[in-house]
């Protein structure tokens, strides 16, 4: 996907939300300060006893001489129309953060043991939780080349998912997990709009969520994120709004509120809902921060909790790692690793050599790999356009316009729905690799004509 005129950001519903955000993070600062002045850009520290005015706030050189041009961005969708440099990256992909909604399957399979509908729909809506605790992390994920993949499993409880970036223009990511008691699909193509020292964004998508041993079919709708200070200041995220989990099967639904932060840091992380039947009775209360906890509690109609009922903890966020450079959850260092004779398929985002060069902290030569890689795209796309080929994803298939979409979804227009065939489930085994040094960046060849392309093994190259 990486061509140069289209460094774009997608991802799974929130984590490529966040992403598309810290996309213009240190963006514009020249050109927005041409239009407006400093002075009008407003800062917020919301960990700060009070606000800072522009003035205040420093402006590194590297930002101010890195962009020049966005004056013309104000406003507008930046998904598509926005080249990136290498030291505003973090050694990982959007098909990484897609990945990151699996740290918490062991909450599917609570709700597929659940007999009670409605604590079984409140495991789902835990599970759901798992990527509002990655989305802080200030840095940009690499976007995905077209047909790049991302693979990650858990044999021990028979988890198997794979990510496919299925579109260039516009951006989109596909991706399928199941086990014998669920299945996870989701479909993202995610819009931002630029306004000036912040970016909002639009988490665009699809995802739904089976339990086979019930037949429920679930959509989730999440609410919006915000990048702030993209320009001046310390760059923050805020996730705001509503957020809703249907159960498509019977009508009954989770909503929550998403607090915006306020003044000084007030309310930020709050998160309140309830879970009600099919007719809307409340039936439990939703309380909780979304970088921390969830908790649900039973209530009456008027969704106040019951007495004497004890909340039932449905997600803890994980310890982070203490001063990672990056962020990195414990999971997410996890997608990344390539120990372990992990041998995945030649277009996994662990082969691609600009992540790995950023990761061993090489970042002069992951800028050239970065910008092989998209004239390597480039070409394919003349190449393609020349033999009058139609490119067609690998391991999901798209549908038809007119595909059936569930209450409260978006319409195929604005995220045209894929659909995994499941032909990635009968791949045989691949022989383990003998070490991380032959998969981490390493063989990365998501190409249809590799026989074009002589930077191939070579992409770092000058």
Same mark, same amino acid.
Request: glycine content about 10%; some cysteine; overall charge negative.
């Given at each position: 996907?990486?061509?140069?005129?289209?460094?774009?950001?997608?991802?799974?519903?929130?984590?490529?939300?966040?992403?598309?955000?810290?996309?213009?993070?240190? +963006?514009?600062?020249?050109?927005?300060?041409?239009?407006?002045?400093?002075?009008?850009?407003?800062?917020?520290?919301?960990?700060?006893?009070?606000?800072?005015? +522009?003035?205040?706030?420093?402006?590194?050189?590297?930002?101010?001489?890195?962009?020049?041009?966005?004056?013309?961005?104000?406003?507008?969708?930046?998904?598509?129309?926005?080249?990136?440099?290498?030291?505003?990256?973090?050694?990982?992909?959007?098909?990484?953060?897609?990945?990151?909604?699996?740290?918490?399957?062991?909450?599917?399979?609570?709700?597929?043991?659940?007999?009670?509908?409605?604590? *079984?729909?409140?495991?789902?809506?835990?599970?759901?939780?798992?990527?509002?605790?990655?989305?802080?992390?200030?840095?940009?994920?690499?976007?995905?080349?077209? &047909?790049?993949?991302?693979?990650?499993?858990?044999?021990?409880?028979?988890?198997?998912?794979?990510?496919?970036?299925?579109?260039?223009?516009?951006?989109?990511?596909?991706?399928?997990?199941?086990?014998?008691?669920?299945?996870?699909?989701?479909?993202?193509?995610?819009?931002?709009?630029?306004?000036?020292?912040?970016?909002?964004?639009?988490?665009?998508?699809?995802?739904?969520?089976?339990?086979?041993?019930?037949?429920?079919?679930?959509?989730?709708?999440?609410?919006?994120?915000?990048?702030?200070?993209?320009?001046?200041?310390?760059?923050?995220?805020?996730?705001?709004?509503?957020?809703?989990?249907?159960?498509?099967?019977?009508?009954?639904?989770?909503?929550?509120?998403?607090?915006?932060?306020?003044?000084?840091?007030?309310?930020?992380?709050?998160?309140?809902?309830?879970?009600?039947?099919?007719? &809307?009775?409340?039936?439990?209360?939703?309380?909780?921060?979304?970088?921390?906890?969830?908790?649900?509690?039973?209530?009456?109609?008027?969704?106040?909790?019951?007495?004497?009922?004890?909340?039932?903890?449905?997600?803890?966020?994980?310890?982070?790692?203490?001063?990672?450079?990056?962020?990195?959850?414990?999971?997410?260092?996890?997608?990344?690793?390539?120990?372990?004779?992990?041998?995945?398929?030649?277009?996994?985002?662990?082969?691609?050599?600009? *992540?790995?060069?950023?990761?061993?902290?090489?970042?002069?030569?992951?800028?050239?790999?970065?910008?092989?890689?998209?004239?390597?795209?480039?070409?394919? *796309?003349?190449?393609?356009?020349?033999?009058?080929?139609?490119?067609?994803?690998?391991?999901?298939?798209?549908?038809?316009?007119?595909?059936?979409?569930?209450?409260?979804?978006?319409?195929?227009?604005?995220?045209?729905?894929?659909?995994?065939?499941?032909?990635?489930?009968?791949?045989?085994?691949?022989?383990?690799?003998?070490?991380?040094?032959?998969?981490?960046?390493?063989?990365? +060849?998501?190409?249809?004509?590799?026989?074009?392309?002589?930077?191939?093994?070579?992409?770092?190259?000058?």
């Amino acid at each position: 996907m990486a061509d140069g005129d289209a460094e774009q950001n997608q991802g799974g519903w929130l984590s490529g939300a966040w992403s598309l955000g810290q996309s213009v993070y240190n +963006a514009a600062a020249s050109a927005v300060n041409s239009v407006m002045g400093y002075e009008d850009l407003s800062v917020v520290d919301p960990t700060a006893g009070e606000a800072k005015g +522009a003035q205040e706030a420093a402006l590194s050189e590297e930002r101010a001489k890195a962009f020049s041009s966005y004056k013309d961005y104000l406003g507008k969708d930046i998904t598509s129309l926005v080249i990136l440099p290498v030291w505003i990256m973090q050694p990982f992909t959007m098909l990484q953060c897609m990945g990151e909604l699996m740290e918490y399957t062991d909450l599917l399979d609570k709700a597929a043991a659940t007999e009670d509908p409605y604590e *079984r729909l409140a495991w789902v809506v835990g599970f759901t939780m798992g990527p509002f605790g990655t989305i802080e992390r200030p840095w940009k994920p690499f976007n995905p080349i077209l &047909g790049e993949t991302f693979e990650y499993g858990r044999p021990e409880k028979g988890v198997k998912y794979i990510a496919e970036q299925v579109s260039h223009h516009p951006p989109i990511g596909a991706g399928h997990g199941e086990t014998e008691l669920w299945s996870y699909d989701l479909v993202s193509a995610p819009k931002t709009k630029f306004l000036g020292n912040s970016v909002e964004v639009y988490p665009i998508g699809r995802t739904r969520i089976r339990l086979k041993t019930t037949g429920e079919l679930f959509s989730l709708v999440p609410p919006t994120s915000k990048a702030n200070n993209v320009i001046l200041g310390k760059t923050w995220i805020d996730t705001y709004g509503d957020y809703t989990l249907l159960n498509s099967t019977t009508g009954a639904k989770a909503y929550m509120y998403f607090k915006p932060c306020g003044w000084f840091g007030a309310g930020r992380y709050e998160i309140s809902g309830t879970i009600s039947k099919e007719d &809307g009775t409340p039936v439990y209360k939703l309380e909780g921060k979304w970088n921390e906890y969830l908790d649900a509690v039973k209530c009456d109609k008027d969704g106040e909790p019951l007495p004497g009922e004890e909340p039932l903890r449905l997600w803890t966020c994980t310890e982070k790692p203490a001063d990672d450079p990056y962020g990195f959850t414990h999971f997410a260092h996890k997608l990344n690793s390539c120990a372990d004779g992990i041998n995945p398929l030649p277009s996994d985002s662990r082969r691609r050599p600009d *992540r790995a060069l950023l990761e061993a902290g090489n970042s002069s030569d992951a800028a050239v790999a970065k910008y092989n890689l998209e004239e390597m795209q480039r070409a394919e *796309r003349k190449e393609r356009e020349k033999r009058g080929d139609s490119w067609q994803p690998r391991w999901f298939k798209p549908l038809p316009a007119d595909a059936e979409i569930l209450p409260g979804e978006y319409s195929n227009e604005e995220c045209p729905q894929y659909e995994f065939t499941g032909d990635y489930l009968q791949l045989e085994a691949r022989p383990p690799s003998k070490s991380e040094d032959e998969v981490c960046g390493t063989g990365f +060849a998501p190409w249809c004509y590799p026989d074009m392309h002589p930077q191939l093994g070579k992409e770092a190259q000058r």
